[in-house]
């Protein structure tokens, strides 16, 4: 590793505070009120395989092109955003296509038959449901066999986010986001790393992704020195209008540490869980907030003027190894520009979606 690289890249987080280069274009069940609707029955399929993954750009400056040896959801880190309203019944098909055993657990079921699916074998399929009973942005996860080896495939990237749209939700531009730790054997582009259990039990990561990469929506950072985190063609950035309302979903996957979340020139509302008749607000105005592993959390934002802003872990460890993402608020944003894997269907309750 080039160690003037890694200082510079150090000194322009904590000196320069992520500034990107222009050059680089227990919560109380529902009341009766709040159920008091017209629920439906929402079926989703979640594939389990491994696969090999890219986790860093091709340009990055320190770790170009590495590649790991992952666990996935429907092909991807983390697996797909699972969007329904509060009330309704969802329906989980896991088919395990991979060469080991999977599961599932979601954070959002309040029942054990539904929040866990149970060892299922290779080549086997299991499918079960659950109420979604209460609002907000949940986790979900693989437990492997029975939680035999749930660390190791949660750390491989077999997790995902499940959003329970609230029925009094303003209209806002949303956008998943989950990031996650992993620790890999190889640092090196010419070999595909895997989980190092030595690193995972001195948590000490390796990188932290952002959607499966790490600095995957990161262009560059440093006002004057330079450093490309990811130039590659077709590298995206998140956009919002100015002034718009947004709303992000926050999954922190872990497996072992918090995220302090920030975003860097605009504050935050905080909102999760079930409060009585509504939907709940438990901070706002917020410039900081802590989302412990194995957790989910609804932030809105308004990000007021044209520009970038930035969102991190402001744990800066984790901002050197990836843990950011860059936000531009301009004028010709649109409704449905979002980065491939970051829109939130809007479900609406007189249908039946299928993802």
């Not at 590649?67 to 896991?94: C, H, L, R, W």
């Not at 959003?163 to 010419?190: C, G, L, R």
Request: net charge negative.
């Amino acid at each position: 590793m080039n160690k003037a690289i890694v200082a510079g890249l150090a000194a322009g987080v904590l000196i320069v505070g992520l500034v990107l280069s222009p050059v680089f274009t227990g919560f109380p069940l529902l009341s009766t009120a709040q159920a008091d609707h017209t629920a439906e029955t929402r079926h989703f399929t979640l594939v389990a395989d491994e696969a090999e993954v890219q986790v860093t750009p091709s340009s990055h400056a320190l770790w170009p092109g590495l590649m790991y040896k992952a666990m996935v959801f429907n092909g991807t880190v983390p697996g797909p955003v699972i969007s329904v309203n509060q009330g309704d019944t969802v329906e989980i098909t896991m088919v395990n296509e991979g060469d080991v055993i999977h599961s599932m657990d979601f954070h959002s079921a309040i029942t054990t038959a539904g929040a866990n699916s149970g060892p299922v074998l290779s080549g086997e399929s299991k499918t079960w449901s659950f109420e979604a009973a209460n609002a907000g942005a949940f986790f979900y996860h693989c437990s492997a066999d029975g939680l035999n080896g749930v660390w190791e495939h949660i750390a491989n990237g077999m997790f995902g986010g499940i959003v329970v749209h609230p029925h009094n939700e303003k209209e806002a531009k949303e956008f998943y986001v989950a990031f996650d730790q992993i620790y890999t054997s190889s640092t090196s582009a010419n070999v595909t790393g895997g989980f190092d259990f030595n690193k995972f039990m001195a948590k000490n990561p390796d990188l932290i992704l952002t959607n499966g990469m790490a600095h995957k929506y990161v262009p560059a950072i440093g006002g004057v020195s330079t450093i490309t985190l990811n130039g590659d063609a077709g590298a995206e950035i998140f956009k919002v209008k100015p002034g718009e309302l947004t709303r992000w979903y926050i999954v922190n996957a872990g497996p072992n540490d918090g995220l302090a979340f920030h975003f860097i020139g605009a504050m935050m509302d905080v909102k999760d869980g079930s409060i009585k008749n509504r939907y709940g607000t438990q901070l706002k105005a917020d410039e900081t907030w802590w989302i412990p592993p194995g957790s989910a959390t609804v932030i809105e934002a308004v990000f007021p003027e044209a520009g970038l802003y930035v969102g991190v872990d402001h744990e800066m460890t984790d901002v050197v190894k990836g843990g950011a993402f860059a936000v531009l608020a301009a004028d010709d944003a649109t409704a449905d520009d979002h980065p491939e894997g970051t829109w939130v269907p809007t479900v609406h309750e007189d249908a039946m979606m299928e993802q």
